[in-house]
């Protein structure tokens, strides 16, 4: 497709179930980042893959929470044994480079956890 | 304190208002600085970024940054109801570090332009 693409856009989850939520970013794309973005806040780093390699996940706010990208495209992001205050909207983006300032952002999955 | 401070507003002006965004921050290491637009229920979208200190316009939109002052700025020329948006402003470090595109936002400002 021409941009980021996220599924689900909208996932409710009992506290306490798994889930995973996918991103396609852009064919060709090296560089794919994950965002928390928590209501009425900015989006903040939770982890970053250069192709297959996960060379940054200092953001991840816990052990719950894992992501990988296997064959250097497609991402998932996963998190366990959910809880509310992972209630947030989660923002993938790609960049052509290993270092590009243009990021393409995907429209997010909304996760509410009841 | 958080790095990267962005008074959230809201701030309501009437069509045809120049618009003055700003943000300040604390990281030194900071040497891109983008503006990013962001309509509810989307994702952002990035409108401009500069590398390092000056100016950038385009069409309506000119950027300012200022390194010495830590402070940059987002002004919209004859804004639209279309512009009626969250704008968030984004840093990241350089090329030659380790920052690899990592952006740190601001809050976001909201935005609405009346008619």
């Known amino acids: 497709g021409a941009g980021v693409s996220q599924s689900p856009r909208y996932k409710v989850a009992k506290r306490g179930q798994d889930v995973a939520l996918r991103c396609d970013p852009i064919s060709g794309h090296v560089s794919l980042f994950w965002y928390q973005q928590a209501l009425g806040q900015g989006p903040e780093f939770l982890t970053y893959f250069q192709n297959e390699a996960q060379l940054d996940k200092s953001g991840l706010p816990s052990d719950r929470f894992f992501a990988e990208r296997p064959e250097g495209s497609v991402s998932t992001l996963k998190i366990q044994r959910t809880q509310q205050e992972d209630s947030a909207v989660y923002l993938c983006?790609?960049?052509?480079?290993?270092?590009?300032?243009?990021?393409?952002f995907g429209q997010g999955t909304r996760l509410t956890v009841v | 304190q958080k790095e990267v401070e962005q008074d959230p507003g809201p701030l309501s002006v009437p069509e045809g208002a120049i618009v003055s965004l700003n943000c300040t921050y604390s990281n030194s290491a900071f040497q891109y600085f983008m503006w990013y637009r962001q309509y509810s229920r989307k994702g952002p979208e990035l409108l401009m970024y500069t590398y390092s200190s000056g100016n950038k316009e385009d069409g309506r939109f000119t950027a300012q940054v200022d390194k010495s002052s830590k402070y940059i700025s987002l002004f919209i020329r004859d804004s639209q109801p279309s512009d009626s948006a969250t704008y968030l402003c984004a840093m990241s470090g350089s090329a030659g570090g380790t920052s690899y595109g990592k952006l740190t936002f601001g809050q976001g400002t909201i935005l609405t332009v009346h008619p």
């Open positions: 983006a790609s960049s052509t480079g290993v270092f590009a300032p243009e990021a393409f």
